[in-house]
């Protein structure tokens, strides 16, 4: 293991869990957009915090206009997407891609 990414796992210890959130493109493509907790909302939460930036870059590196990305809520989930692009929980925890080895980043 090298030393970057021990000292990234250090800094996980005693962290609550972390989950990877990609932006998922039509052709398979996956980009990191953050590292957040599962729910949805809480997502969104974290894509609009106080500034867009996040958001701009996620237009940017996926080809997509800010305005276009379009947020719909249902009962039991919500999905946030543009042009075939779409923001889900990848499923892993930021240690596993940590160790798995990360996507690109859209920043």
Do not use: H
């Not at 980009?31 to 609009?48: A, C, E, F, T, W």
């Not at 009962?75 to 692009?85: K, L």
Request: cysteine-free.
């Amino acid at each position: 293991m090298d030393s970057t990414l021990a000292r990234k796992l250090e800094r996980l210890r005693n962290v609550s869990t972390r989950y990877e959130i990609i932006a998922k493109g039509p052709n398979g493509e996956r980009l990191l957009v953050m590292y957040g907790p599962k729910s949805m909302r809480q997502i969104l939460s974290g894509l609009s915090d106080n500034d867009y930036k996040r958001l701009y870059a996620l237009a940017k590196a996926t080809n997509t206009k800010p305005e276009s990305w379009k947020v719909d809520k249902f009962i039991r989930s919500t999905s946030v997407t543009s042009g075939g692009w779409s923001i889900v929980p990848s499923g892993r925890t930021q240690r596993e891609a940590y160790i798995d080895g990360e996507l690109p980043s859209i920043s």
